[in-house]
């Protein structure tokens, strides 16, 4: 592993996000439809919360798996906002941290992804997946 290798080299770039005022369902559809696991939630364009499939799951109503997915969107929707069950201000790094700084930070903290933020504007994502990849190509 190239100890200073930027993080803009791992960093997903094309992030999928919430908007703070966005219902849960949204996420729901989002985790769903895309399989990512890690959705950061933005007001005006600046990085409030970090809103994880782990997140969404301790509010999916197992004991209710036998209804509609609309039933429960909506039920979810009355009950929930996103600034309820995301984290908020979440763990981020600037643009000018490394591949090591990420890798230390998520292999220490014990969650999976952290933002990349230049001021408070998101610019990308890295997960521990992505770190695995990454040392994949490295051997």
Known sequence: MW???????????????LDLNDPISKARRLFEDSGIHHLPVLSGGELVGLLTWTDFLRISFGEFGNQDVRRLDAMRDHTYRLKDVMMADPVSLPTSSTVRDAAQLLSNQGFHSVPIIDGQKLVGLVTSTD?????????
């Open 131 to 139: 770190l695995i990849r990454y040392l994949v190509e490295q051997y």
């Open 3 to 17: 100890r200073n290798d930027p993080v803009s080299h791992i960093m997903a770039k094309d992030v999928i996000t």
